[in-house]
Structure formats: structure tokens, C-alpha cells
């Protein structure tokens, strides 16, 4: 596939933005960037998603529409001239009247190995429910969410202390690097249908299911706590404070008492019992909640600081 190819790029988070980084690097005619409008990846992070295509299209003079209306999306493809369009984590399925406006279709990046986590959040899905490999696929679109035909997969194993941030990356780079082979060999242009046996949906992470239930396994904790970094951030209320977890292991010692009791503290982290097995908080964000005070505690070098100021041993959080 030549390189003065007229491609137009769709894509709304940090996943898409590495791709979008590749074409420009290895020189592909990128002529628009969609993205949704004010697209934020930290409300407190100054190096925004915004703020990073805004840099991406000013250094490379490519224009850019901020807009999740199809219509809008729709009027201003209609006037160009374009051979391709490439998705990447846009969260938002396009009309048929737009896939059909490219003259060799539209490809999607997606963060699974379909048809395993259709759906806005597969990459933490896949830490949340625990599963021991993901992987990248591209596909053909079609009209529906994430059913169109496979033109590649590549696996990527999901290593015990992934989180959100590090898989996404892996995936990012996994998956820029194979959509670069894709149009250098054109083997976008056969591709096989997907299998039926298999789906999953994976949903969009909210707040509400971030509040940490210390009756459920300390594995799967250490899951969730892993999938929700870095939004919505697994949390708890103790006293006058939210405690946002950064990070955290499971340990199989086991002693009898109610789940989420405060057993022990030391320089590796807090010690707290749950369904089945301990977990150890190794990194937390606490936040004053009448003051909105924010402190960020690196457990493993402030632990006994922190956890003396704060905790009190045998406490059972709810």
C-alpha cells in the first residue's frame, strides 16, 4: 500500500494516540484527525489528551474536528477525498453513510482478541475478570459494535502486575507496529469472520463500581484495583478521608477475622484481610474530603508515617 494513501484518523484516548503518533512517523498521508471534543486522560494532569493531539497537529499541520455528531463528521468527510479511515478507541459506532465514504473502507483497532470484550473497555476488562492474555485485532467495520471481519490478531500476555496504564501501552505498541505492517503488504484486503462462540461485552468503567467490597477475594482486588488505574481509581471511605488505591498484591497468609479488618503495617505496605486472603496496600492517594486536601503516599517509602497517622490496627473498614 503506497504511503500518499489519503487516510483519515479516528480516535478519542492514549491507545489511539500511539497509532496515530506511528502513521505520522513512518509517513503516512494523515489529512484530518477526529477526536471527541476536550477529550481529557487526567483531570488533574496538565499533559492531557487534548493538550497532546493539539501538540500532535500543530507540529505536523494536520487539521483537526473536535465532534462526536455523526452529522458533523459526516458533512465534513463528504468533502474530502479519502482512501481510508482508521479507528482507534473512538467509543462511538459510525453511521453507514460515513463507512461508506472511504474508497478502501474503514479498519478499527481494537484492544482484544475478539470476539472476546466487544465493547468501550477490553483492555480493563481483561484485568478486571483476571484473564491471562489479550491481545490486539483489526478489523473490517461493519454497522454493528466490533463483529466485522479479522484482519489480524496478535496475542500479548497479561503479566501479574499489569495494570490499565501498562497493558494499554503494550497493546498500543503491539498493535501500531502490526497496523503499519497491514498497510505496507496490503493484507488488509482479505480478512475471515468473526466466531460466535466466545463473546463478551466489555462495559464502561463507572465510579459507583470503583468503592473496594472487602468480602470478595483478595485476587480479585488486586484485579479491580489494577483495571480502574488510572479512572476511576478503586477507592474507600475511612474517617474524614477517601483513599484512592494505586496499587496493591495479594498475599495467602491467611488469619480469621472479618474481611477488611487492618491486621498489620510495615515498610512493604498495609496489611488488610478480605473474603479469601490478605491484601497488602502498597501505593495510595488520600483525599481530605471537607478540604479536598490531596496527598499522594508512596507506601513502600512513607508506610509507617502514613499508616500511623492514619490507620489504627484491628479497625474493620466498610
Known amino acids: 500500500m503506497q504511503k500518499n494513501l489519503r487516510i483519515v484518523f479516528i ?4 491507545f489511539s494516540l500511539y497509532h496515530l503518533i506511528k502513521l505520522i512517523k513512518k509517513k503516512y498521508c494523515v489529512i484530518l484527525i477526529i477526536t471527541k471534543p476536550k477529550p481529557k486522560f487526567s483531570k488533574r494532569n496538565k499533559k492531557n489528551l487534548s493538550n497532546l493531539i493539539i501538540k500532535v497537529s500543530a507540529k505536523y499541520n494536520i487539521p483537526i474536528l473536535w465532534s462526536e455528531s455523526l452529522d458533523d463528521i459526516q458533512i465534513m468527510l463528504s468533502k474530502l477525498i479519502i482512501d481510508l479511515i482508521i479507528i482507534a478507541s473512538y467509543g462511538k459506532k459510525l453511521s453507514k453513510s460515513i463507512l461508506d465514504i472511504p474508497k478502501f473502507g474503514c479498519l478499527n483497532i481494537h484492544g482484544s482478541l475478539l470476539p472476546r470484550w466487544r465493547g468501550a473497555a477490553p ?3 481483561a484485568i478486571y475478570y483476571g484473564d491471562c492474555v489479550t491481545g490486539v485485532t483489526i478489523i473490517k467495520i461493519n454497522n454493528d459494535l466490533d463483529t466485522g471481519n479479522i484482519v489480524y490478531q496478535k496475542i500479548c500476555v497479561i503479566k501479574k502486575h ?3 496504564i501498562t497493558l494499554c501501552k503494550k497493546l498500543a505498541k ?3 507496529t502490526i497496523l503499519i505492517k497491514l498497510l505496507q503488504t496490503n493484507l488488509f484486503n482479505s480478512s475471515v469472520s468473526q466466531n460466535n462462540i466466545g463473546v463478551t461485552y466489555a462495559k464502561k468503567l463507572t465510579k459507583q463500581e470503583a468503592k473496594i467490597n472487602w468480602s470478595v477475594s483478595n485476587t480479585k482486588l488486586v484485579n479491580m484495583i489494577n483495571a480502574f488505574n488510572p479512572w476511576p481509581m478503586a477507592f474507600f471511605y475511612y474517617q474524614d478521608n477517601i483513599i484512592k488505591i ?3 498484591i495479594a498475599s495467602n497468609y491467611y488469619i480469621k477475622k472479618n474481611p477488611g479488618t487492618i491486621i498489620h503495617y510495615n515498610k512493604w505496605g498495609i496489611y488488610i484481610t478480605t473474603g479469601c486472603g490478605i491484601i497488602i496496600l ?3 492517594k488520600v483525599i481530605n474530603k471537607d478540604s479536598n486536601a490531596i496527598t499522594v503516599s508512596n507506601i513502600n517509602n512513607n508506610v ?3 499508616a ?3 490507620f489504627t490496627i484491628n479497625t474493620t473498614l466498610v
Open 174 to 176: 503491539i498493535g501500531s
Open 246 to 248: 494505586i496499587s496493591a
Open 282 to 284: 502498597t501505593s495510595i
Open 11 to 14: 480516535g478519542s484516548s492514549i
Open 304 to 306: 509507617l508515617l502514613i
Open 308 to 310: 500511623n497517622k492514619l
Open 162 to 164: 499489569d495494570n490499565n
Open 123 to 125: 483492555i480493563q476488562r
